[in-house]
């Protein structure tokens, strides 16, 4: 009977500590694609700043153009 209870008692033991380690696994896994979702948005976000900034060169250079052409205007 002890036998029989002590194999019951480590059973359910041996499945709570499997339980425990994959709710950590999952908890980690959950964890690193947040971290890779906050550096997509990171990267994301500083290739739209270059973008703009790129987007605001191209138009200087646009008017500067239209300003030297206009020069030459009669």
């Not at 008692?9 to 041996?14: H, K, P």
């Not at 990267?43 to 703009?52: G, Q, R, Y």
């Not at 900034?53 to 646009?62: F, Q």
Request: proline share 1%.
């Amino acid at each position: 009977m002890l036998s029989v209870f002590l194999a019951v008692v480590s059973a359910r033991l041996a499945a709570s500590l499997a339980l425990f380690v994959a709710a950590s696994a999952r908890s980690a896994a959950a964890a690193a694609a947040a971290a890779a979702s906050s550096a997509f948005r990171a990267a994301d976000s500083s290739l739209e700043a270059t973008s703009s900034k790129r987007l605001v060169a191209a138009s200087a250079l646009d008017a500067a153009a239209f300003d030297s052409s206009a020069a030459f205007m009669p």
